[in-house]
């Protein structure tokens, strides 16, 4: 596959991406952390779902986390069918409907407007990426500190960290140090 994406991929990668970094593990902060803006993230990405709740919030957080993991496996991270619960629970209440588009395109789309709406519109994305072999480039840095997801562009599909600046820097340094030391 080409590493040269169309606007839909661009959207779908982007979409995913964002999502899962809506928490920062080394800043230790959630965007998505109160109802309200919860709700504005995804009303700002995708469309309005309306009033939200606490539950809600731990619902999305949690199919956010499984999310991760999944993505940490595109970077050698372990298999945990367990932590895939909130996935295959979203995929469980995910309802679709085929609309045709102005051009006369079938396209699948969520048949909800409402917070299973957009987990529906994430496993969309998913499905589309995979059907492209776009899919095992999503990625989670191998940073157990940091998770951060990214897109790896590489032609040989070898990236490992969220950026060679920070994480990649320090997991060298580290390696040397322990060289240097034999430990």
Request: hydrophobic share 35%; net charge negative.
């Amino acid at each position: 596959m080409s590493t040269q994406l169309n606007k839909a991929q661009e959207a779908e990668i982007s979409l995913l991406v964002d999502f899962v970094n809506t928490h920062d593990l080394e800043e230790e902060t959630d965007a998505i952390a109160e109802p309200s803006r919860l709700a504005a993230w995804i009303a700002e990405r995708t469309e309005d779902v309306g009033t939200l709740d606490d539950e809600d919030v731990a619902r999305v957080q949690a199919l956010r986390e499984s999310l991760r993991a999944l993505l940490r496996t595109h970077n050698g991270g372990p298999e945990d069918a367990a932590r895939l619960r909130p996935l295959r629970e979203a995929a469980e209440r995910s309802r679709y409907r085929t609309t045709f588009a102005a051009d006369g395109e079938l396209q699948i789309a969520p048949a909800r407007s409402d917070l299973t709406g957009f987990e529906a519109r994430l496993l969309l994305a998913i499905e589309r990426l995979q059907s492209q072999g776009a899919w095992p480039r999503l990625k989670a840095c191998t940073d157990d500190g940091c998770q951060w997801a990214f897109y790896d562009a590489t032609r040989n599909r070898s990236r490992t960290w969220c950026s060679m600046e920070e994480c990649g820097n320090r997991e060298k340094t580290r390696r040397y140090r322990e060289r240097r030391t034999g430990t």
